[in-house]
């Protein structure tokens, strides 16, 4: 019987918390602009 | 003789294995794991979340990227007629000003403005000699000076306080000499609109 792969819960983890940082900068760097008020 | 006959041999050999890997792939179809699956439509997701924010952003909030209005010989910046022979404030209405002003190494001409609260302020900006920048500090304010361009940008400046800008484009110094890049700035002053003057001043140190 073929053997699937173990889930690489080390990498999700990671890459969970890489997008969830870019996430929380994004917005934050989007939000600071918009309170500068329009150009 | 013996090398042409294996030669002829072997291409039907090579033409059945692309044949055979042929049918394997199209029997396959396209195959991706169940995890990649997620993480490209969390990434799809995202971008389409990005876009939609700035997208949201410049039409409902007016936020919008400096923008080349003309182009301009820098060797007649200083030419009769030319709108930046005088650097400086105009005014258009009340509260509604230009400022046309030339980045040059390694100062601002001006390099000290002053609104009353609320002024809506057009910036002209354009280079006598290199790359330079513009960023007004605490603002959205933040324009290349190119040579031969003119960039403009509209601002709304309704805090009162002080307010600096730099050049934040590398443009050289001068050995041994204490000026250069680093000494490239220019303050803005923005007073309450009660006690401000009634027109918005300009000066060059």
Known sequence: ?39 | MSEQTQGTEQAPTSGEHAAENGEHATEAGLHIEKWEGIWLRIALVMTLVFIGAITLAALSFGISVPGATARINPATLNDEGSPFATPGIRELAPGKYEVYMVAQTWNFLPDRLEFPAGSEVTFYLTARDVVHGLKIAGTNVNMMALPGQVSTLKATFDTPGTFNYICHEYCGYVAGAPIGHHTMYGQITVLPAEGAAETAQATTE
Do not use: H
């Not at chain 1, 792969?5 to 917005?27: A, E, K, R, Y």
């Open chain 1, 1 to 39: 019987m073929r053997k699937e792969p173990d889930t690489p819960q080390g990498t999700i983890v990671l890459i969970s918390l890489f997008l969830i940082m870019t996430v929380l900068l994004w917005f934050n760097a989007y939000f600071i602009v918009l309170s500068r008020g329009a150009n």
